[in-house]
């Protein structure tokens, strides 16, 4: 059984550089949070690893139905306690409650906050307007919504690095690429958020996180 477990479960070097990093900053951001929603967990590695390290919180997490055996494995070879089987969940779907099982306003403890590493350059432009759509019909006032990954900023050039990033990016899947923080952020506040803070993370990534207002 454990020999199956092994086989399903996928491996992202990525996932080990940038874990320690990127939970340093979840354990300030999410202190006061209970139920979290992982938008695409990829292998599940991140799922496990910040799980068991943030137990306070409930982790929920997602990926698109074609990508969920590799973090089932993870999760169950793990077997936390605060960390659910995944769901099937894709940002173009129009709408996620019944999936996970939420009746609006009676479920307890709501989701209350989103997180999404490495996602809105893979998926189309469109999709970071269905996050945002997604966040606001889930979260509450003061939910908060966690982007990880690589930014254009308007006022500075593109890193080297993330320069030819963008390019393989575009090369491979012409809708992919590396998204602009100020029409990020413009989605962000036209569905009710605010941006909290704009972290500089190792090998040019950011960690960007916005609050949902009242
Ligand atoms: C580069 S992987 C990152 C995976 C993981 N978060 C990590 O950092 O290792 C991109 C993830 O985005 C997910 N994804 C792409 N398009 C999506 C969509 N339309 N809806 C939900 N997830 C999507 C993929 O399934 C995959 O899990």
Redesign the pocket.
Known sequence: MKDNLAQRKAY?P??ER?RDPILALLKEVFADKKYVL??????G??AVYFGERLAHLRWQP???AG?LDSVSAWVEDAGLPNVNPPVA????EDDWSETLGLDAALSSPRVDALV????IH???WE?TE?LFRHAEALLDAGGVVFL?GPYRYADRALEPSNENFDAWLRRRDPASGIRDFEAVNAIAESHGFERVEDRAMPANNRSIWWRKLA
């Open positions: 992202s990525s996932c940038n992982e938008i695409g967990s990829g292998t590695q991140h997602s990926n698109q990508g969940l894709d940002l173009f999404a590493i490495n996602v893979i998926a189309p999709a269905h990880y």
